[in-house]
């Protein structure tokens, strides 16, 4: 028993390793897209797929996938990293890709990408001129079955790569990875969460589980803080004193975050929030 112990929380801490060496990928394949993104076009496609492969493989075992996306079309115009993401899937025209990365949905996600959509083209287009900027786009718990009976589990953040003198955009950055060792086995929910706004002020979320859009975000001010102070590593007597509440209290928005986003246990709390942009 001690051993199994000792090897899930292995697993557990090098999964968090992987999240923590993804986000530093992610933000280095963001800038060096905004130099290959002109006008709203794709400048040097192969030059740009040549250098985000030696940045993917320069961090090994993240599990994950990057590419660009095409909102107008509803496709993928360039991925790296499928081929070991997805496992070996017959070629299609690119009109039908999302078609067959949707069929390795389970049965319980089905509707995700028609509701998701239908919502967030809803939110994008009533985000004021003055606020639609630093536009970030999270999803995570969106479950699929690989066609080699492997279970898999999507995080994934998107950002808008050029926008038009409207501010509006055609084209996103994404970065999808896999999360399945971080989340609890009977969470089935999933969550999104944008953010915009000159310092990422403005937040707008849905969760499955209340099927509720809000303009607030998936956690509160008070539990942010107190997230804050865990991910400072402070113990739970000492974020109790410091904000004047109890020790049950604090236990009670430990509990309520983790359920709340899926997350196996307060180390996967801490850096999935840091990743999803909430602290």
């Not at 905004?34 to 400048?43: K, L």
């Amino acid at each position: 028993m001690k051993e199994e112990n000792l090897q899930k929380l292995d697993m557990q801490e090098n999964s968090l390793r992987k999240m923590q060496d993804a986000d530093f990928l992610y933000k280095k394949i963001v800038a060096m897209s905004t130099s290959f993104f002109i006008d709203d076009t794709i400048g040097e496609v192969e030059r740009f797929r040549e250098e985000a492969n030696l940045l993917l493989n320069g961090i090994k075992g993240t599990d994950a996938v990057i590419g660009i996306f095409d909102h107008l079309n509803y496709t993928p115009v360039l991925e790296v990293g499928e081929k070991e993401f997805w496992g070996e899937l017959p070629e299609v025209p690119q009109a039908e890709r999302m078609v067959q990365i949707m069929s390795l949905l389970e049965k319980e996600y089905l509707l995700f990408f028609s509701d998701s959509v239908k919502w967030l083209t809803e939110v994008l287009e009533n985000i004021p001129f003055k606020q639609r900027m630093n536009i970030q786009i999270f999803h995570c718990g969106i479950r699929y079955m690989l066609l080699d009976g492997k279970p898999i589990c999507l995080f994934s953040k998107g950002s808008p790569i050029h926008y038009n003198e409207d501010r509006k955009f055609n084209y996103t950055f994404n970065y999808v990875q896999n999360i399945n060792h971080l989340l609890k086995k009977n969470f089935r929910e999933y969550w999104i969460r944008i953010s915009h706004g000159e310092n990422s002020e403005y937040v707008h979320t849905f969760h499955s589980l209340d099927k509720q859009y809000s303009d607030k975000d998936l956690l509160s001010t008070r539990e942010k803080e107190i997230l804050k102070l865990i991910a400072e590593d402070f113990d739970t007597k000492e974020i109790a004193k410091k904000l004047f509440i109890s020790v049950n209290t604090v236990g009670n928005h430990r509990s309520k975050m983790i359920d709340k986003l899926g997350v196996r246990d307060t180390t996967a709390l801490v850096q999935m929030a840091k990743m999803a942009g909430m602290i």
